[in-house]
Structures are given as C-alpha cells and as structure tokens.
C-alpha cells in the first residue's frame, strides 16, 4: 500500500494517553483539536490513535490467559491397561467366560 504510516514519538503517547484520560474517547471529542496544538499531530492520525488505543485496552481486558496444559486429565484404567497391554504385546492371554474377559501373563519361559 502506498500510505505512508505516521511514528508516533513516546512524548506524542504521553500527551495521546493524558486527553484520551480526560476524555477524548470518541471521534468528534473538543478535546482533539486540543491534542492537536499539544502533539503536533493531524486530526485523522489522533482519530485513528483513538481507535486503535481503544482496541487496545479492550483486547488487554478480555485477553484469556493461556491454558498451561490441554490435556490434564489422569490416565483412565483403561488407558493405562492398554498401555500396559500394548508394551507388552503378545505376554498376556484374554480368557473369556461368561462373567466378563480375563487377563493373564504368559509366563517368559516356554516348556
């Protein structure tokens, strides 16, 4: 884009921020052309400073702070059995009987 964008200077933020404490929070507030004369800067740049400041401290009040872990749930049994059962692979046999699955270790040594 061909516009050219405007530095605000920390001395242009210290005046910016002190009307915008005053009262100068909207496009159209009397206080603008006095922040005119005390930072130098054009009408629309102050306007656009409102804004942008605005947004600013709305976005810092609502900002959500990070979540420290996505999962932070203990391992179910289940999870657990299966880790177990997955690292061990082919040491265990499923008995099943009509009262639910039964799980035993295979011995290591093979008769």
């Known amino acids: 884009s061909n516009i050219k964008r405007t530095v605000i200077t920390e001395a242009q933020l ?3 921020r002190s009307f915008f404490d005053k009262g100068m929070t909207r496009k159209g507030s009397q206080l603008i052309k006095e922040a005119i004369r005390s930072s130098g800067l054009p009408q629309n740049v102050i306007e656009n400073w409102i804004g942008n400041y605005k947004r600013e401290i709305h976005l810092k009040h609502f900002a959500k702070p990070p979540r420290k872990n996505i999962y932070s749930r203990d391992l179910s049994a289940y999870n657990l059995f ?4 997955l690292k061990n692979k082919g ?3 499923v008995l099943s009987s009509g009262h639910g699955l039964f799980i035993r270790k295979l011995s290591s040594t093979i008769n």
Do not use: K, S, Y
């Open 14 to 16: 210290i005046i910016l």
């Open 82 to 85: 299966c880790r177990e059962f």
């Open 91 to 93: 040491m265990f046999h």
